[in-house]
């Protein structure tokens, strides 16, 4: 069976600093994969999509970058953060449409 | 473009009685529509899809929702709700991009259960 994992669960960092936050699926290939930020009472924005490796969808400008090294594999990075970019981060698969969308337990980040 | 509104951002309801989540969408073709759960500090589960065929759609947990083409509306509703059943409910709709399927959500609804 597929699964999704996302770390770390929850994440304390100064402004200024490096982000790296990791997404990885299992038990399927090429999946599209979705990184979206959730602030509180404001719903989900997506920031990234990917449909491959190395092909990455901003729909967001902003200081945060995604990258897919691997087929499995989706990164949100940051080289430094604002305290605007504290939120909750979920990542989340899809095989295609009629699969509908599998997201991961989320990353909490706080900015301080 | 497409979007997707939830008119009720808290909704509070007795343990037993019905329960009616409204989502309203816009979009200028066929919806892919979509409910999740979210539980608190958790990630999010479906709980049910409509693509196409019959209108009204089940899934789990007791849950159901009927596609309204003329209202643009895709409600969800449980006929009893228990204390579980308290959570943030996000309504979808999936539309195409380049050959992607993007969802986009609405703000959610805050399901609060009285005993």
């Known amino acids: 069976s597929q699964t999704i994992h996302q770390w770390p669960a929850t994440l304390v960092q100064p402004v200024g600093s490096p982000l790296s936050l990791e997404c990885t699926v299992e038990?399927?290939?090429?999946?599209?994969l979705y990184w979206y930020r959730q602030a509180a009472g404001r719903g989900l924005q997506l920031l990234f999509y990917s449909v491959g490796i190395g092909q990455i969808s901003s729909e967001v400008p902003q200081n945060l970058s995604a990258s897919r090294p691997q087929d499995r594999q989706f990164i949100l990075s940051s080289k430094k953060l604002l305290l605007s970019d504290s939120g909750f981060y979920l990542c989340a698969w899809s095989g295609g449409l009629t699969y509908g969308y599998t997201f991961g337990s989320g990353t909490r980040l706080t900015v301080v | 473009a497409q979007s997707v509104t939830q008119p009720d951002i808290h909704i509070t309801v007795s343990e037993g009685a019905s329960l009616e989540l409204r989502c309203n969408y816009s979009?200028?073709?066929?919806?892919?529509l979509f409910w999740y759960v979210q539980s608190p500090g958790q990630g999010l589960q479906l709980l049910l899809k409509y693509f196409s065929g019959d209108t009204l759609v089940q899934g789990i947990k007791g849950f159901e929702a009927e596609f309204k083409r003329s209202q643009s509306s895709f409600n969800l509703r449980k006929p009893s709700v228990h204390w579980s059943d308290a959570a943030e409910y996000f309504c979808?709709?999936?539309?195409?991009?380049?050959?992607?399927?993007?969802?986009?959500f609405g703000r959610g609804t805050s399901l609060i259960v009285h005993p």
């Open positions: 038990g399927t290939s090429n999946p599209n």
């Open positions: 979009y200028g073709a066929t919806p892919y």
């Open positions: 979808a709709v999936v539309t195409s991009s380049g050959g992607s399927y993007i969802p986009t």
